[in-house]
Nanobody, 118 residues
Framework: QAQLVDSGGGLVQAGGSLRLSCAAS????????MNWYRQAPGNQREWVAT???????NSADSVKGRFAISRDSAKNTVYLQMDNLKPEDTAVYYC????????????WGQGTKVTVSS
């Protein structure tokens, strides 16, 4: 049974840093692109960053140069390093695994809350 567990959120001042983690179990990690999304109060969920099974990364313009996504295949974990945080980064952050090899399917983490104070 696939499970994603998001962690690492918290309260931080503007300009600070946080590192989010998403631990995956029950999936063949290399067959999945891993993604981070976020949802601010009153807003739709928006895409933040992706790392493919081969390690190719991409991120939204709003976080480019400040956030970095990475994955550790030995730990079945994906990370989102967030630097120079801004109040507008305040949101619940969700990890999503999207299968791209020999099939399809999406799995979501439960989310972790990030609050950036000004």
């Amino acid at each position: 049974q696939a499970q994603l567990v998001d962690s690492g959120g918290g309260l931080v001042q503007a300009g600070g840093s946080l590192r989010l983690s998403c631990a995956a179990s029950g999936i063949i990690f290399s067959m999945f692109d891993m993604n981070w999304y976020r949802q601010a109060p009153g807003n739709q969920r928006e895409w933040v960053a992706t790392i493919t099974g081969r390690g190719i990364t991409n991120s939204a313009d709003s976080v480019k140069g400040r956030f970095a996504i990475s994955r550790d295949s030995a730990k079945n974990t994906v990370y989102l390093q967030m630097d120079n945080l801004k109040p507008e980064d305040t949101a619940v952050y969700y990890c999503k695994a999207r299968r791209t090899v020999l099939g399809s399917g999406n799995y979501w983490g439960q989310g972790t809350k990030v609050t950036v104070s000004s």
